[in-house]
């Protein structure tokens, strides 16, 4: 198993930047792609961003030029720096681990709250 703790959410201003964390643990050879989901009241997750363990990366349109994604692999730890930040990107936010064998997105955080106002 897999486990996930994330890190680093909160309230800011539009404009403003905030990081996340999220430290994996366990049976970490089990992990491929680590990436980071958001989710508003109503709404479907959504992918934020991803990262294999050759840190190509893959962004949303939403995000992209504003949100970065890196890995320290050595860490065990998957981060997302946030900047420019929108009303419109507040939602809480999810840490997932794929399974490299089954390609899933198997494993994920307890989630951190992003709230941006206006």
């Known amino acids: 198993q897999v486990q996930l703790v994330e890190s680093g959410g909160g309230l800011v201003q539009a404009g403003g930047s905030l990081r996340l964390s999220c430290a994996a643990s366990?049976?970490?050879?089990?992990?491929?792609?680590m990436g980071w989901y958001r989710q508003t009241p109503g709404k479907q997750r959504e992918l934020v961003a991803d990262?294999?363990?050759?840190?190509?990366?893959n962004n949303a349109d939403s995000v992209k030029g504003r949100f970065t994604i890196s890995r320290d692999n050595a860490q065990n730890t998957v981060y997302l720096q946030m900047k420019i930040l929108q009303p419109e990107d507040t939602a809480v936010y999810y840490c997932?681990?794929?399974?490299?064998?089954?390609?899933?997105?198997?494993?994920w955080g307890q989630g951190t709250q992003v709230t941006v106002s206006s």
């Open positions: 990262i294999s363990r050759g840190c190509s990366t």
């Open positions: 997932a681990a794929q399974n490299r064998w089954t390609l899933r997105y198997a494993y």
């Open positions: 366990g049976d970490i050879r089990s992990i491929s792609r």
